[in-house]
């Protein structure tokens, strides 16, 4: 091998570590592959940046903003709420949501799909009074089946259909992955309704709102400022620091029975003013200490003394836990996406009251609520947050975060022209696409403007729905995988796992791409896999003389199905947190699932797309 050869490979396996590894976002561990690529001068100067104009790349930035206008416009919305009744039998319930996921999932991005589909779905949950965790990977696994369908389900396909025609000239077109993608998506939403959910190791609390979730009776305490009190007159931002040090916050005040606006630290505090106050039970007591405050009135006493007069009884009235939402403030659950701000951060660097004037009330990963000091808390994909703030601009300030929220948004009569509007706009751009007027990346540009001008998305919210970490992804990435391809390493890797079958029919050797594919997309992005992937199926199917169409499908169909961790696809992250699922619940569905997947793909590969 030639240094430039030893040289990428070891940067490969380097990626691969770091991925594995998952302390550095797969963006940074892109570019940084990028940059070492470039200085030891295996991509030109001039050549660095050129994945950010790949196809693939604009592509997947426009379906983003695409599906984005879907969203807003309310049309996904407006077709969820005609197919999620409420529904008895389980069986009936997972395959109904699965299969609405994956039809969505088809013509739109799959990751948007699940994240509009999530709400609806925790909301049919407690009304079928079941747990998050029977519906919730049903609905995760069936949006990633329903992206194998059409060219723009899933990046991967974008991708192989780009690397298609740097080798052929021509592209895989919008239908080209349906025959063998629809009937593993149909295949495999069978397997999730009718088996694959009684493998989920269902959450025995069977927990579906905020306040079972996080048990905030336990954190959240109100204590009155008494006649002549040290604090009347000093502002509450004076007061943050001291309580800080004994881990404890203090949320706001209510005073008069009205909330103060969170943000609001410079008001003085007057006498009966309600201090909110957010801490853990020894905590608690420490806080009240150093203030000089009563511990407040177990709702107990309250209860339970006959002797208390009616102002007693008032008093302990105000002064028991958990006084949150009302008129003046609204509280809301929400889950941290992939690529969130949060992400990696905690409250306390990001000043959530300060800068965005909402209170961080608590937070759960996996199900279980932490139970240290929150503003040490670094968030992660999958973190379910219990936030409070301004009823009119929570839900927004929530999206600016990059965060979810689980709760259904209200279709408004007069945006259902815009949902109609946005479909057909949609469908334009599919059709042009379809019947070869223009080419697909400039068919959905088109979309995009028309989405602009008709105000479907604001300009001001134009590139608030683009994944840019997938982007950037992309576009470190790609130039990677062509120096690979122009240095001869795809040439060497293929001979090696060419190598291990020779003397055995083509089949095996698609059957190794398709495993070996599905098995890095389980534990890397599926994204960069099938970056790594497909020039390395490609260089198999030339050193075996057989059609490399075949090894580029089975290469889509892997890096898609990621079904054994929450790592190897954001919709499995995504659900962790709402979900209560742990790292090791996934496979006991996912491995049978792509088990299933194997056995279908490969005769729907050969018959489809032969070897010869």
Same mark, same amino acid.
């Given at each position: ?63 983003? &903003?695409? /599906? ?53 779905? %925790? ?56 025959? &063998? ?12 309704? %009718? ?8 959450? /025995? ?48 005040? /209510? ?58 009884? @008032? ?8 006084? %949150? ?28 009251? /300060? ?45 600016? %975060? ?5 709760? @259904? ?97 083509? &089949? ?105």
């Amino acid at each position: 091998m030639t240094f430039d050869q030893v040289f990428l490979l070891s940067l490969l396996a380097a990626v691969f570590v770091l991925f594995i590894w998952g302390k550095l976002r797969h963006d940074v561990v892109a570019i940084m592959a990028l940059l070492a690529a470039t200085v030891a001068g295996q991509i030109s100067m001039g050549g660095a940046f050129m994945g950010f104009a790949s196809p693939a790349t604009v592509t997947v930035a426009l379906v983003l &903003v695409v /599906s984005r206008g879907l969203v807003n416009s309310g049309a996904v919305n407006l077709i969820a709420r005609q197919f999620i009744p409420p529904v008895e039998s389980p069986t009936a319930h997972v395959g109904i949501l699965s299969s609405l996921a994956g039809a969505l999932s088809a013509f739109m991005n799959n990751v948007g799909a699940l994240a509009l589909l999530m709400p609806a779905t %925790l909301q049919s949950a407690a009304k079928a009074k079941r747990s998050p965790s029977v519906l919730l990977m049903p609905l995760a696994f069936g949006s990633i089946l329903g992206g194998l369908v059409t060219l723009i389900g899933t990046p991967p396909n974008i991708i192989i259909a780009s690397i298609r025609e740097q080798m052929t000239g021509q592209a895989f077109s919008m239908f080209d992955f349906t025959p &063998v993608g629809g009937v593993i998506a149909v295949t495999g939403i069978a397997f999730v309704a %009718l088996v694959g959910w009684r493998l989920i190791p269902h959450d /025995s609390d069977g927990r579906t709102t905020a306040s079972e979730l996080f048990d905030m009776e336990n954190y959240v305490t109100m204590a009155k400022i008494p006649e002549d009190h040290e604090l009347i007159g000093k502002e509450l931002r004076e007061l943050d620091d001291l309580v800080r040090e004994q881990d404890a916050v203090i949320l706001g005040i /209510s005073r008069n029975d009205h909330r103060i606006d969170p943000a609001a630290r410079r008001r003085p505090l007057r006498q009966d003013d309600l201090l909110l106050i957010e801490a853990g039970p020894d905590a608690l007591n420490a806080c009240l200490s150093v203030l000089n405050l009563r511990p407040p009135v177990p709702q107990s006493d309250e209860e339970e003394s006959p002797e208390q007069t009616d102002s007693d009884a @008032e008093e302990a009235r105000k002064r028991r836990p958990v006084l %949150l939402g009302g008129t003046d403030v609204a509280i809301a659950e929400a889950v941290v996406q992939p690529g969130s701000r949060l992400s990696g951060r905690t409250s306390n660097e990001l000043n959530l009251r /300060s800068t965005y004037g909402i209170n961080l009330l608590a937070i759960a990963r996996q199900g279980n609520p932490f139970r240290g000091r929150l503003g040490a808390f670094r968030f992660r994909t999958g973190d379910v947050l219990l936030i409070e703030g301004e009823p009119s601009r929570l839900n927004q300030i929530i999206s600016s %975060l990059g965060c979810l929220p689980l709760a @259904e948004r209200p279709i408004q009569g007069s945006k259902i022209h815009m949902a109609w509007l946005s479909m057909a706009v949609f469908g334009a751009a599919i059709a042009a696409t379809t019947m070869g007027l223009v080419s697909f990346p400039i068919a959905l540009a088109i979309a995009v403007v028309a989405m602009v001008m008709t105000d479907i998305v604001p300009v001001r919210e134009l590139y608030d729905g683009i994944d840019w970490s997938v982007v950037v992804l992309l576009g470190a990435m790609i130039p990677v995988g062509q120096a690979m391809q122009d240095t001869g390493t795809t040439t060497v890797i293929a001979e090696a796992l060419s190598g291990l079958v020779a003397g055995y029919p083509a &089949v095996i050797a698609l059957t190794i791409v398709l495993v070996l594919t599905m098995s890095l997309s389980d534990i890397i992005n599926n994204a960069a896999t099938a970056v790594v992937m497909a020039p390395v199926a490609v260089g198999i199917a030339t050193q075996l003389n057989v059609n490399a169409d075949c090894f580029l499908m089975a290469v889509a169909i892997g890096a898609s199905c990621a079904f054994l961790t929450p790592i190897g696809h954001q919709n499995n992250a995504l659900i962790m947190g709402p979900g209560g699922y742990k790292f090791g619940d996934y496979w006991r569905m996912g491995l049978p699932l792509e088990i299933l997947i194997v056995v279908v793909a490969i005769p729907m590969l050969l018959w489809i797309w032969p070897l010869t």
